[in-house]
């Protein structure tokens, strides 16, 4: 049994890994499994850290030759998603030479870190490519471990910050056509904390979200949060709940696994 199917009644929304932004590298070859370390210089790894981003690698199955350039895309809060061009793994990026692009669909296919990345991920890809335009194929890019292995096929989508579990063709195709998504298949936002992440899909569905609160550490215990909004004061009651005993990946132990819920939510006047 595969630590996804071990997993499958473990709730996704909330286990997004937290990034405040993202810088994503053309590579071309195999990944080992921690690709980012091996293959990554240290002084690209230094200014990703100076800028607060997490890396990832990318490439694409139309990409079977090696241009003369490494594409790369930087993904923040004050730039959106822009994208240049390096001609070596060595050279780093300059966002001075960079331009917006519209979005970025990565999926994880690390297969040496999980065998369910790479079985659910490239399973996912091939039926895509199969479905779609090559226009909106482009779009789409396979990439190293995003984390959350038991929830393949996990994707991040860019600019949005959007991190995906258990993603399915049809899902996709919507997300591409509309920018939107079933909340069935939204982990969080990687901006988020995990309990902002559930917070948040919560105002998302009462469509009175406020995305310039400010994030709070979320203890590992149960605990309130208090959410001012323009009109509406908000006290979320989370508890941490145990799922197990359960894999978190194909070559781990059996353990338990805690998560956040929210488990009543009160509504008082601003």
């Given at each position: 049994?595969?630590?996804?199917?071990?997993?499958?009644?473990?709730?996704?929304?909330?286990?997004?890994?937290?990034?405040?932004?993202?810088?994503?590298?053309?590579?071309?070859?195999?990944?080992?499994?921690?690709?980012?370390?091996?293959?990554?210089?240290?002084?690209?790894?230094?200014?990703?850290?100076?800028?607060?981003?997490?890396?990832?690698?990318?490439?694409?199955?139309?990409?079977?030759?090696?241009?003369?350039?490494?594409?790369?895309?930087?993904?923040?809060?004050?730039?959106?998603?822009?994208?240049?061009?390096?001609?070596?793994?060595?050279?780093?990026?300059?966002?001075?030479?960079?331009?917006?692009?519209?979005?970025?669909?990565?999926?994880?296919?690390?297969?040496?870190?999980?065998?369910?990345?790479?079985?659910?991920?490239r399973n996912l890809l091939t039926q895509?490519?199969?479905?779609?335009?090559?226009?909106?194929?482009?779009?789409?890019?396979?990439?190293?471990?995003?984390?959350?292995?038991?929830?393949?096929?996990?994707?991040?989508?860019?600019?949005?910050?959007?991190?995906l579990g258990r993603l399915t063709t049809?899902?996709?195709?919507?997300?591409?056509?509309?920018?939107?998504?079933?909340?069935?298949?939204?982990?969080?936002?990687?901006?988020?904390?995990?309990?902002?992440?559930?917070?948040?899909?919560?105002?998302?569905?009462?469509?009175?979200?406020?995305?310039?609160?400010?994030?709070?550490?979320?203890?590992?215990?149960?605990?309130?949060?208090?959410?001012?909004?323009?009109?509406?004061?908000?006290?979320?009651?989370?508890?941490?709940?145990?799922?197990?005993?359960?894999?978190?990946?194909?070559?781990?132990?059996?353990?338990?696994?805690?998560?956040?819920?929210?488990?009543?939510?009160?509504?008082?006047?601003?």
């Amino acid at each position: 049994m595969t630590c996804r199917t071990e997993s499958l009644e473990l709730p996704l929304l909330g286990s997004a890994p937290f990034a405040r932004g993202w810088l994503v590298l053309e590579t071309h070859g195999t990944w080992p499994s921690r690709a980012v370390e091996a293959s990554v210089t240290p002084e690209v790894m230094a200014w990703a850290e100076h800028r607060d981003l997490k890396i990832l690698l990318a490439r694409h199955r139309n990409n079977k030759t090696p241009g003369k350039y490494l594409r790369y895309w930087v993904s923040e809060p004050s730039t959106g998603l822009r994208m240049g061009t390096r001609p070596c793994a060595e050279e780093l990026p300059n966002l001075d030479s960079t331009m917006p692009v519209p979005r970025l669909l990565l999926i994880c296919t690390n297969g040496k870190r999980d065998k369910c990345c790479a079985v659910e991920g490239r399973n996912l890809l091939t039926q895509l490519k199969a479905t779609l335009s090559e226009s909106d194929y482009s779009a789409i890019w396979e990439c190293t471990h995003l984390g959350g292995h038991r929830f393949a096929p996990t994707a991040l989508y860019l600019p949005d910050n959007l991190v995906l579990g258990r993603l399915t063709t049809d899902a996709t195709h919507t997300l591409l056509a509309t920018g939107n998504i079933d909340s069935q298949f939204v982990r969080g936002r990687s901006h988020e904390t995990p309990c902002l992440q559930l917070i948040n899909s919560y105002l998302d569905r009462a469509s009175l979200i406020d995305h310039n609160f400010s994030p709070r550490n979320c203890p590992d215990a149960d605990h309130t949060h208090d959410i001012f909004l323009e009109r509406s004061h908000y006290q979320f009651h989370i508890s941490l709940q145990e799922f197990g005993p359960a894999r978190k990946s194909c070559i781990g132990d059996e353990g338990m696994t805690t998560y956040f819920v929210i488990d009543r939510v009160i509504e008082m006047s601003a």
